[in-house]
């Protein structure tokens, strides 16, 4: 089951980066946009979905959540870099 998850997650990462690759409309990058948002939700730590909200907000210039968000992988990257030391 998680393995469907990760397969999900996948499929959502490279459906994001076609729609910012190529938009064709605004509402392309909104739904570039929501998508991430759902992976996020749905996997929390980790710091791909957290860098597709991070370019999907900067695209709708939403700076303030793009910054957020890219501070997020940045802390989520370090700790992991971290957690791999300590093993």
């Not at 948002?37 to 791909?48: G, I, M, N, Q, R």
Request: proline residues 3%; contains cysteine; charged residues 25%.
């Amino acid at each position: 089951k998680q393995a469907d998850g990760y397969k999900a997650a996948l499929a959502g990462f490279c459906l994001i980066q076609s729609w910012l690759e190529h938009p064709t409309t605004e509402q392309d990058s909104m739904n570039a946009y929501k998508l991430a948002k759902e992976l996020v939700h749905e996997h929390p730590a980790s710091p791909t979905a957290w860098y597709w909200i991070g370019e999907t907000s900067f695209r709708l210039g939403h700076m303030e959540e793009a910054q957020s968000a890219l501070r997020k992988v940045h802390r989520l990257r370090r700790q992991a870099t971290l957690d791999d030391e300590l093993l």
